[in-house]
């Protein structure tokens, strides 16, 4: 059977497909977001609850082993993808394998579907072109017996789990007008390749810049320097990234334009060390911590490190500085009143406010709207863990509980997820959690891996 | 990137031509026996050491000529940077945990260090200040940076040039001791000291 006649069969006009090509690889810049076709039934469960989906295999179009492959990861990932925000109700993949595929809308059986209990069904076909792949994504309503998403995805073979992923935010965009981060990635630092510093006398195991997908897929190493690089953050158009980068001997502000290839370092330090950069809402400025007036006080510079500002002026050490999403205040640690707080200070530096009262606090993350909330590292006992303070009611929730010592929390650009880092296995892992504190995920498992930071 | 990376490639491979050419050219004074520790009185931080010089006779001043050949073997100045920091003459220093004070210990230490330098005019040293794993990543690097100022600041209180001694924070990056236990945290809270030109 062809693609077209499928296409066809499946009601080409019914679900209204749309061709959205996808450029190669994740490195695309994002598309501008498509309208949702014309129809747009919204799924839903019975009686309040969660609508509960399935997804069985999607289906080869050719029995190539690459194609049969792609078929099979493309069904898990947006499986995977589409349980990540907990919106819906996912039917266990081996409750329906006993279901046949559907070769034609007609063929679909949706009395099956129904017994199962499944409200959405998704199914799709990947056929091979070259190098790319065509892939057929199809939403149905079960009891609707009606399509309630249709899209068609070309992209490259290679990264089979970016097709999942696109069709996932889609898919929520689609039903829930929710913004899905699937297509996000997460940076962090990693001494996992073992490789270690030349010209120390002690042993010492360099770090780099690493980068995955949200579910930990596609690691890949970003920065070759050999030396001890620390805590990078992206840039809100996710093309740039900033860390703390000791190579020329002195930590310093470096950038990563990770697409172009082209790393810059806005301060070039005279020997002043410069930490911790965040990058504002706009982008067009970084935040950092530096020793240039003799202590750990937080400036704010123009990405092209002109325009330095001081922001903070204390004998104590001010730093860990984080952007609020209109970037009118920033939030960061100090010793001010002896033990490490978070404060928050208006970007003019007046309005200083103090945040918390506990013993020990660190690494504030102001989280994206519509969130009010600042994510840190609480002492509690002999290790840290991940508490957040919403800032309109001043209430604290706590996230993880002594599994290890968690630190560094980041938020999703949603502000529905955390990835934050933890001894809880052993050495230090990166770990995703809800919001809630519910559905925690390991993302890396080799060496020591600290310091994440997610897309936005 | 290539390019960019070429300069940066470039400018390392230039200091380092330029740190070893002054290693094999320039004369270092000799140094003679390590300084006997500083009396009881001298042990307070002063501010101006230069005119109460410690004990045995320091070497005169930085000399650019060539120095004399030692009377005694002198392994510290002949040595190259790796060798000297392999078996440093400048001891660690410790602290206290989530503290920057210099506490009497760790003055002895830096004394020692202190005449040290004095007798290398010509050494300039990284002080490194480093954290045990307990407190956070982020607030460790302020921490580590406040231990080496507080150093920093004892040996400059000795006479040590400012412009001889700088400070890096690696927080809680690089411990000296892997473990996890009470005994390796007091080991890792220190200021390092490494010797980066010579």
């Known amino acids: 059977m062809t693609r077209t006649n499928l296409l066809g069969l499946w009601g080409l006009a019914a679900a209204g497909v749309t061709l959205m090509a996808i450029a190669p690889g994740a490195q695309a810049p994002q598309q501008p977001p498509q309208q949702p076709p014309a129809i747009s039934l919204t799924i839903t469960g019975e009686s309040g609850a969660l609508p509960h989906y399935a997804v ?44 046949p595929p559907a070769r034609s809308l007609s063929a679909i059986p949706f009395d099956r579907w129904r017994e199962l209990g499944a409200d959405g069904l998704v199914i799709g076909t990947v056929q091979k072109q070259g190098d790319s792949l065509r892939v057929d994504v199809r939403l149905f309503g079960v009891k609707q017996q ?30 829930l007008a929710l913004r899905g981060v699937a297509r996000t990635k997460i940076a962090f630092v990693s001494d996992r390749d073992g490789e270690r510093l030349v010209g120390t006398v002690e042993s ?24 001890l690089n620390i805590n990078p953050t992206w840039s809100p158009d996710g093309r740039s990234i900033a860390y703390t980068s000791y190579r020329r001997g002195v930590p310093d502000i470096f950038i990563s334009n990770i697409f172009q290839g082209t790393i810059e370092n806005p301060l070039h330090s005279r020997g002043e060390e ?66 490490p707080q978070i404060y928050v200070v208006d970007a003019d530096g007046l309005n200083l406010r103090l945040l918390t009262h506990e013993s020990y606090c660190d690494r504030p993350t102001w989280s994206p709207a519509p969130y009010n909330e600042i994510a840190y590292a609480s002492r509690t006992g002999s290790g840290f863990d991940v508490k957040v303070l919403d800032l309109a009611s001043g209430e604290i929730r706590q996230l993880t509980f002594g599994e290890g010592s968690n630190e560094s929390p980041a938020y999703a650009p949603n502000g529905r997820h ?25 993302l890396t498992k080799v060496g020591n891996n600290q310091t994440p930071d997610w897309s936005k | ?44 931080p002063t501010l101006a050491a230069p005119d109460k010089p410690p004990a045995p006779p320091a070497p005169v001043k930085e000399s650019v000529v060539a ?59 990284t002080i490194e200040g480093h954290c045990d794993e307990r407190g956070t990543a982020e607030y460790n690097l302020a921490l580590g940076e406040r231990r080496a100022n507080a150093a920093r600041a004892y040996l400059v209180s000795l006479g040590i040039s400012a412009d001889h001694l700088r400070t890096v924070s690696y927080g809680k990056e690089f411990p000296f001791d892997p473990g996890h236990d009470e005994a390796a945290w007091a080991r890792n809270r220190r200021a390092h000291f490494v010797v980066t030109q010579k």
């Open chain 1, 418 to 442: 955390l990835v934050f880092s933890s001894t809880r296995s052993g050495r230090r892992q990166l770990y995703t959690i809800d919001r809630t504190g519910r559905d925690v995920r390991q």
């Open chain 1, 146 to 175: 009606q399509a309630a998403f249709g899209r068609e995805y070309v992209a490259q073979a290679s990264n089979p789990r970016f097709i999942a992923h696109t069709a996932s935010d889609e898919i929520f965009q689609s039903q």
């Open chain 2, 67 to 125: 120095a004399p050949a030692p009377i005694v073997e002198d392994r510290v100045s002949s040595a190259s940077l790796d060798e000297i920091n392999r078996n440093s003459p400048l001891k660690p220093v410790f602290f206290d945990y989530n503290q920057s004070d210099v506490s009497a210990e760790a003055q002895k230490a830096l004394d020692a260090n202190a005449d040290v330098l004095k007798h290398n005019p010509g050494w300039i040293v």
């Open chain 1, 56 to 99: 069985p295999d999607f289906i080869p179009l050719s029995n190539d082993a690459e194609t049969v492959a792609a078929a099979k990861t493309i069904g898990e990932v947006l499986f995977a993808d589409l349980a990540f925000e907990r919106e819906f109700e996912m039917i266990p993949r081996d409750t329906y394998a006993s279901i």
């Open chain 2, 1 to 44: 990137m290539r390019h960019h990376r070429g300069m940066v490639g470039t400018v390392v491979l230039a200091a380092l031509v330029v740190l070893s050419v002054g290693a094999c050219h320039r004369s270092v004074p000799p140094v003679e026996n390590p300084a006997p520790p500083p009396s009881a009185a001298a042990q307070a």
């Open chain 1, 274 to 339: 410069n930490f911790l950069p965040v990058w504002s809402p706009d982008g067009t400025k970084i935040a950092f911590q530096s020793n240039r007036d003799g202590h750990a006080e937080i400036y704010v510079m123009s990405r092209d490190g002109s325009g330095i500002r001081r922001l903070t002026n204390n004998p104590a050490n001010d730093g860990t500085p984080t952007w609020s999403p209109t970037g009118r205040q920033i939030a960061f640690t100090s010793d001010r009143a002896g033990a």
């Open chain 1, 204 to 227: 010492r195991v360099v770090k780099e810049v690493y980068l995955c997908d949200y579910d930990g897929a596609n690691q890949r190493r970003l920065t070759v320097n050999r030396t």
